[in-house]
């Protein structure tokens, strides 16, 4: 088990299922950990959950709702005014959303929104942070389910076509082409002190999906017994962010500790590029351009 105690870690979605799993392991191992939440009953009640468990008092919160991007700049400034550098980013939160399109603070579709949009911004604006760390990594948890999607790029807010499984699939292949495209990018720019990967945490038996309602909510209730545990789901996560075996691989995709392969047709170069300008202008930003 690694010694973390020299590592500031920031976990988004830190409050319930892989995600609280994750930052209390980390803790555990001695890491300054930052959970990132919406909600602030929750994160206080995380907060002490995790300090009771692990006698780490080094967990802090910064509350924000990642597909409102304004709060997601707020927050940015925010850890840059409290932390001289950040070692680990682990973007987990995640969300699918109910059969009836809705749309974020910004206009946008929510799934996009808080699984892509808001996690894209987030490491754009504290990149900054991560080049200060001697060796920092970017830990994106995406899923398998990109392969139950649909993925255009002609229509990304599906307002022409929606539906909550695809569109839940398709933030998740958009997580694993973000990932691609940052690696090359920061191999480009000769940022050498960070990597990102991503990984698929297994089907893991938390709340996930039950705001989806209808036939999806219900067969997602009957699978629950079957899927592992968030202790389990998480392992991959918490791999990535501290394993000295992954610390110069970046842009791969893992599964249970191993690399997996993406098969997915529209996963192509071009593609990667694509998304991330159009990301570029939904998110108001410019990253590694």
Aim: net charge neutral; glycine share 8%; hydrophobic share 40%.
């Amino acid at each position: 088990m690694p010694d973390l105690q020299d590592k500031i870690i920031l976990v988004t979605g830190a409050t319930s299922g892989i995600g609280e799993v994750t930052a209390r392991e980390l803790a555990q191992q001695g890491a300054h950990i930052i959970i990132l939440a919406r909600n602030a009953q929750k994160a206080q009640r995380t907060q002490q959950a995790i300090i009771a468990a692990t006698g780490n008092e080094r967990v802090d919160t910064v509350l924000a709702d990642l597909s409102v991007l304004q709060q997601v700049r707020d927050i940015a400034a925010e850890i840059h005014a409290k932390y001289p550098r950040l070692d680990v980013l682990i973007n987990n939160a995640g969300l699918m959303f109910g059969a009836e399109r809705e749309l974020s603070a910004d206009g946008y579709e929510m799934t996009l929104a808080t699984n892509h949009l808001g996690p894209f911004l987030l490491t754009s604006l504290l990149l900054d942070l991560l080049q200060k760390s001697l060796a920092a990594r970017i830990v994106n948890v995406a899923s398998m389910a990109y392969r139950f999607s649909k993925p255009t790029l002609d229509d990304l807010q599906s307002e022409q076509n929606y539906s909550p499984v695809w569109e839940y699939g398709n933030t998740k292949l958009w997580n694993i082409m973000f990932t691609q495209e940052l690696a090359q990018r920061l191999r480009a720019h000769g940022i050498t002190n960070i990597t990102t990967n991503c990984l698929h945490p297994g089907a893991v038996a938390t709340g996930y999906g039950q705001q989806t309602g209808g036939i999806v909510g219900a067969a997602l209730s009957l699978a629950r017994p079957f899927m592992i545990s968030p202790e389990k789901g998480a392992q991959t996560s918490i791999f990535l962010a501290t394993d000295a075996k992954v610390g110069t691989i970046s842009g791969g995709f893992f599964s249970k500790k191993k690399p997996e392969p993406v098969k997915s047709s529209f996963n192509t170069p071009a593609n990667n590029r694509r998304l991330w300008e159009l990301s570029e202008q939904l998110t108001r930003t410019q990253f590694l351009d």
